[in-house]
């Protein structure tokens, strides 16, 4: 990804010890937007969300443990409460004392925000969420991923398929094929595809058993009750890893709810597919919540 001005990289220390990488992008003194990826991505896959609000937001991203530049975790480094704490860390090591932020997650990013709704770090910076294809439980019950009808069998070989130790190897065309079946829309163009299909492959393999098996026994109902926060809600009507149903679960069950956007053709992957509806719903948040407006309006009204 290519630097934006203002960009610096930090490590933040979770409760255990973890050390986890993140990146400030944008001018230092500009409201702040707070992005965590989901499973197997990376920083990088908030690419086109950071160059669009680094202009006049500072965007912090970072890499969930045992993804990018983080560290891969030890065997008990993988549960919704080391989540939870290095987004606190993440927060503590970027906002000042009762700053506010807007915070966005996608997928298992969002399922991260769930997790630390009740945390007092979490209630001190965040003025609003961005919940982004994503769900809070029975994961692999719902997951469309593997053809057959919901039941039991089903559950089981999505638990197979998403659980599987095999090495993911290069990207081919034919592992392109089975990404984009499995977590993009059918219409996704070939370089948004290639381009997820580079950040997945890149994932450790051990971390990405490790957060599929706490996926699998994903149960985050209570976090959604907890998250007081305005909190939007985007998915896309052709997600399999996460489909639209957990969406609209999450929107009758969030205290204040700010909306549910649902995108036509879209698949998991929203952020790459759909970036200008991903970094819209952003931005709408910080303007109802942070007050900020997009440098092009400032500017005209100046001139007005």
């Not at 050390?19 to 400030?24: D, T």
């Not at 009740?118 to 982004?132: E, I, K, N, S, T």
Request: proline letters at 8%.
């Amino acid at each position: 990804m290519t630097a934006v001005p203002g960009s610096r990289e930090l490590t933040a220390v979770s409760a255990d010890g973890a050390r986890i990488h993140v990146e400030v992008h944008g001018p230092d003194a500009a409201p702040a937007v707070v992005l965590a990826h989901g499973w197997t991505c990376s920083i990088g896959f908030w690419a086109e969300q950071i160059r669009a609000l680094a202009v006049d937001h500072r965007v912090i991203a970072y890499d969930q443990r045992g993804h990018g530049r983080s560290p891969v975790p030890g065997p008990g480094g993988y549960s919704t409460t080391a989540l939870a704490d290095d987004l606190e860390a993440v927060l503590a090591a970027t906002l000042g004392p009762g700053e506010r932020a807007v915070l966005a997650g996608h997928s298992m990013g969002g399922m991260t925000i769930m997790a630390a709704a009740g945390r007092p770090g979490f209630r001190q910076h965040a003025a609003a969420v961005l919940l982004c294809s994503t769900g809070f439980a029975r994961l692999t019950e719902e997951a469309t991923v593997v053809p057959l009808r919901p039941g039991g069998p089903r559950t089981r070989l999505t638990r197979a398929v998403l659980g599987s130790k095999a090495p993911l190897g290069p990207v081919t065309a034919v592992s392109k094929r089975i990404l984009k079946y499995a977590t993009m829309g059918p219409a996704s163009a070939p370089e948004r595809v290639d381009a997820c299909a580079r950040i997945v492959h890149a994932c450790p393999r051990p971390s990405r058993y490790g957060w599929s098996q706490v996926l699998a026994g994903l149960d985050l109902e209570a976090g959604v009750r907890e998250l007081r926060v305005p909190a939007a809600v985007l998915v896309g009507t052709a997600d399999r890893l996460t489909p639209a149903a957990h969406s609209r679960a999450m929107a009758d069950a969030l205290p204040h709810c700010a909306g549910l956007v649902e995108l036509p053709g879209m698949g998991h992957m929203t952020p790459v597919e759909a970036p200008e509806a991903v970094t819209a719903q952003i931005r709408e948040l910080t303007l109802t919540y942070l007050g900020v407006k997009e440098t092009v309006s400032t500017n005209e009204e100046a001139d007005a």
